[in-house]
C-alpha cells in the first residue's frame, strides 16, 4: 500500500505542476501578444486635416473609439478608405505619421483602438480584436463606403486581423505589413524552448487563411525587420490569391515609413490594382 500511495501522491504532484506550468503559460502569453496603453500621446487635429473622433461599438457591445480622416475632396480615390488595424502595442496616437501618408495616397482613413487600447473599453482577446475589426468595418458601411471600397490594413498583429475580417466580411483589398504567418509560428521562433504551438490560446492564422481570400492582396515587409522575419511575409505572399504585389520595405519591425517614397509608392500602385480590379466583372464561384 505504501509504494501504491507515494506513486499516487507523485502522479498527483505532476498533475499539478503541468497545470500551474500551462496557467503560467497562458497568463505570460496574454502579457507577451498585448501590450495596450491608454494614453493618447498625441491628438488627431495633429495631421492638421479635417477628421472626425468616433465611438462606435463591437457586436458584443464593447464601446470601441477611433479617429476617422475624409480622403481630399477633389481626390479621385475618396471612396476609397483605409481601415487600419494596427499592431498590438501602444494605440492609434502612435501611428500618425502612417496616417499621414496614407492620406498622402488620396484616400480616406480610419483607425481604431481594439478593446482595451486607447479609449476603448474592455481588454483584449483574439475574438475581441475580431469583433473590433467588424465594428468598425460596419461603422464605414453605415457612413456610405462601399465593401469593395474599403482596405482592410493589418500591420504586424493586425495582419492577423485583417485575414480574418476578410473572411467575415467582403472588402475590397487587404494589406498586410510586417506581419507573420501564424503568432504560434513567430513564438515557436522567439522562444524555441516553450511549447509553443501546442498550448497558444491566440492563433492569429494568417497563412492558413489566406487561401480562401479572394480580393487583392499587398504584402510589405522589411528584410531588416528584427522581430517579424523577412520569410513569414515569402510565406504568406505565396499561398495569397492573386492578383497579389509584394513591397519590400526598409527599416526595422517598428518603422515601416524608414522609406517613406518606397512606401508611398507600394500603396499607390496597389491602389491602382484596385481601381483595375474594381472594372472588371465580379469572378464567378
Not at 152 to 158: F, I, K, N, T
Not at 228 to 246: I, M, R, S, T, Y
Request: glycine residues 10%; charged residues 20%.
Amino acid at each position: 500500500m505504501r509504494p501504491d500511495g507515494r506513486i499516487g501522491r507523485l502522479v498527483v504532484i505532476c498533475v499539478l505542476g503541468v497545470m500551474i506550468i500551462c496557467l503560467m503559460l497562458h497568463w505570460l502569453e496574454q502579457r507577451l501578444v498585448y501590450f495596450p496603453t491608454r494614453q493618447l500621446v498625441v491628438q488627431p487635429d495633429s495631421l492638421g486635416r479635417a477628421f472626425e473622433s468616433v465611438t462606435f461599438e463591437a457586436s458584443d457591445g464593447t464601446q470601441l473609439h477611433g479617429w476617422f480622416f475624409p480622403a481630399d475632396t477633389n481626390s479621385p480615390r475618396r471612396r476609397f478608405v483605409v481601415l487600419v488595424c494596427h499592431g498590438n502595442g501602444g494605440n492609434i496616437s502612435h501611428r500618425v505619421e502612417l496616417y499621414r501618408a496614407l492620406l498622402e495616397c488620396g484616400v480616406a482613413v480610419f483607425a481604431f483602438d481594439y478593446r482595451g487600447y486607447g479609449c476603448s473599453r474592455g481588454s483584449p482577446s483574439e475574438e475581441g480584436t475580431y469583433r473590433d475589426a467588424q465594428g468598425a468595418y460596419h461603422w464605414l458601411r453605415k457612413n456610405g463606403f462601399e465593401p469593395d471600397g474599403i482596405v482592410a490594413y493589418g500591420e504586424s498583429l493586425g495582419g492577423g486581423v485583417v485575414s480574418e475580417l476578410a473572411l467575415r466580411e467582403k472588402v475590397g483589398g487587404l494589406v498586410i505589413q510586417s506581419s507573420f504567418t501564424s503568432l504560434a509560428d513567430v513564438g515557436a521562433e522567439l522562444m524555441p524552448w516553450l511549447p509553443v504551438r501546442r498550448l497558444a490560446r491566440n492563433k492569429y492564422n494568417t497563412r492558413g487563411k489566406l487561401p480562401q481570400i479572394h480580393v487583392p492582396v499587398l504584402v510589405m515587409h522589411s528584410r531588416a525587420d528584427e522581430l517579424v522575419g523577412f520569410h513569414h511575409a515569402e510565406a504568406n505572399f505565396a499561398v495569397a490569391n492573386d492578383p497579389k504585389l509584394f513591397c519590400e520595405l526598409e527599416g526595422d519591425h517598428n518603422n515601416p515609413l524608414s522609406n517613406r517614397a518606397r512606401f508611398v509608392t507600394g500603396i499607390k500602385q496597389f491602389l491602382q490594382l484596385l481601381e483595375t480590379h474594381r472594372r472588371q466583372p465580379a469572378r464567378a464561384e
